[in-house]
């Protein structure tokens, strides 16, 4: 098999996810994951696909050419090698951490020292701001040798640090 990353952004529109999709279903892909999502005004996919044909990079990146050009699109693609291609899913605890509070510079960069302090790896991260408020959800996984009651005392003195709202609790991940 063959793994590849392909991102594609650009302003906004209907039919992006069709036109992409319907490419990535010409050539024969199987969709193994994705994150699709509306930013400003600005509309970005990313894919990570497999096959078992024999494509480059560069064959991928002609077979989007022609929607790159009529949907003013963007389009990255980066072979991910069989060996680098992590599909079995970690032992280690998941949280939710929800940070909400007043919006000011710095949330997101606190937010994410205090986690690669305390080695806690991020599996995804939404921000978004609405008038004053701004809110953080991140899903993350506690590495074996960091406690929860130790976590939570380091959530407590950041959320005195930047003066913000934050929740935190265990998730079940549910193996699809």
Do not use: H, W
């Not at 063959?2 to 992006?16: E, P, Q, S, T």
């Not at 003013?72 to 939710?96: A, F, M, Q, T, W």
């Not at 606190?110 to 408020?133: F, P, Q, W, Y």
Request: with cysteine.
């Amino acid at each position: 098999m063959k793994y590849f990353l392909i991102n594609a952004y650009g302003k906004d529109k209907v039919g992006i996810v069709a036109s992409v999709s319907k490419i990535l279903y010409e050539l024969g892909f199987n969709l193994e994951d994705s994150t699709m999502s509306r930013l400003g005004g600005e509309f970005t996919i990313m894919l990570l696909v497999e096959t078992d044909k024999n494509y480059t990079e560069e064959d991928i990146k002609k077979a989007f050419e022609n929607i790159e050009k009529d949907l003013g699109l963007n389009i990255y693609v980066k072979e991910i090698l069989p060996e680098d291609y992590k599909k079995e899913k970690s032992e280690n605890e998941v949280y939710r951490i929800i940070v909400y509070g007043a919006d000011k510079p710095g949330i997101v960069y606190k937010v994410a020292k205090l986690l690669a302090d305390k080695g806690i790896n991020i599996i995804d991260m939404t921000t978004e701001k609405s008038g004053d408020l701004y809110v953080l959800i991140t899903e993350v996984e506690l590495p074996e040798n960091l406690s929860f009651e130790e976590f939570q005392k380091d959530i407590e003195n950041l959320k005195e640090d930047i003066n913000v709202d934050v929740s935190c609790e265990k998730i079940e991940v549910i193996e699809l």
